[in-house]
């Protein structure tokens, strides 16, 4: 196949300048795979904006088209499990980093990173999910499977206005739980009473008590999604035998905090990974988007842009100022 397409290209040269630029490709520059797949859409997260920021840390070999998310429909396949016109997912393995993403109107993967798209989602609705949706349901699967309910009191979601924070934020109000919300965005106080927090605690505030040993009892369970000094003052507050989830580092990779919460609080800390989660718990979160977890109100959450809107997308994400989803429209792309 000759099929040329439009993708998203990061180059890095030598003094360390970087270009992304929207290129005609061909399936010839894709890597072999077993199946390749037609994007419809794919999502920007920050996993994305660091590989389109020549980030060696995520992308190793440039030039490179990133986008962990991708949805569309399955071209060939080396495989008997997906057939020709399969509307299908792939997110997360190594997709985006360094093998070409979903930044692109075609990608080559292995079979076992595909899955089928459960038929009660859209494609579309599966991207304002993405990867991100995916991981704030995987934290609301762990508070779950460790005991939360809604009479354990109030849930605390850090970096609230993010991808994952957002979505984790609008999927327990779904649940019936009281969310607390923290940001260092002011300005987006509407947005997150608006998507379902019952409390929006501005970052700076949320940070005094950070240098004490313990905080007072405040919350019954948290999603943390920034690491850093917000995780472990979160984890000075939860209360007795509640459940800190953690998924993200923007803030920081290092987790400075004493042993008082674990040993005199019995708090639990989990941490989450959706990158490599096996497959079967992959197909488990998702049938629950598609079916009793199927929130309201993703258009509040997310907006679409083209592949050449994009950058302005990465760039706004990279200085901190992004809030919601961003889903990519791939599909004029071929």
Excluded at 242 to 260: D, F
Aim: charged share 20%; glycine share 12%.
């Amino acid at each position: 196949m000759t099929q040329t397409f439009q993708a998203l290209v990061v180059s890095v040269a030598e003094n360390g300048d970087i270009r992304r630029v929207v290129q005609t490709r061909t399936l010839a520059d894709l890597p072999a795979g077993e199946v390749i797949i037609a994007v419809d859409y794919s999502s920007l997260n920050y996993k994305d904006a660091l590989s389109a920021n020549g980030n060696h840390g995520v992308t190793r070999r440039y030039p490179h088209t990133p986008g962990i998310d991708a949805v569309g429909r399955v071209v060939s396949s080396g495989v008997d499990v997906f057939q020709a016109g399969d509307q299908v997912l792939c997110m997360g393995y190594d997709l985006g980093m360094n093998t070409a993403g979903g930044f692109g109107g075609y990608i080559s993967v292995p079979a076992d990173w595909v899955m089928m798209l459960p038929s009660s989602i859209s494609p579309v609705e599966a991207m304002q999910i993405g990867t991100a949706g995916f991981t704030a349901a995987q934290c609301v699967d762990r508070l779950l499977g460790l005991g939360l309910n809604r009479d354990s009191g109030p849930v605390l979601v850090t970096g609230a206005t993010g991808g994952v924070g957002s979505l984790a934020v609008r999927l327990l109000s779904f649940l019936g739980f009281e969310v607390v919300a923290v940001t260092g965005k002011a300005e987006q106080r509407v947005f997150l009473e608006d998507i379902g927090a019952t409390q929006v605690l501005e970052r700076k505030k949320f940070l005094r008590g950070r240098n004490k040993m313990l905080l007072r009892e405040r919350w019954a369970a948290v999603v943390d999604t920034v690491g850093g000094d917000i995780l472990a003052t979160a984890i000075k507050a939860t209360r007795y035998n509640g459940v800190v989830t953690c998924c993200g580092n923007a803030a920081s990779a290092e987790l400075s905090v004493n042993v008082y919460p674990f040993i005199l609080r019995g708090v639990t800390l989990a941490g989450i990974d959706s990158a490599v989660c096996p497959m079967a718990q992959r197909k488990r979160i998702w049938e629950k988007l598609a079916s009793v977890w199927r929130f309201p109100g993703l258009d509040k959450v997310s907006r679409t842009v083209t592949l050449e809107r994009l950058e302005e997308e990465i760039i706004r994400m990279l200085a901190g100022k992004a809030h919601g989803r961003v889903v990519v429209d791939l599909r004029g792309e071929k």
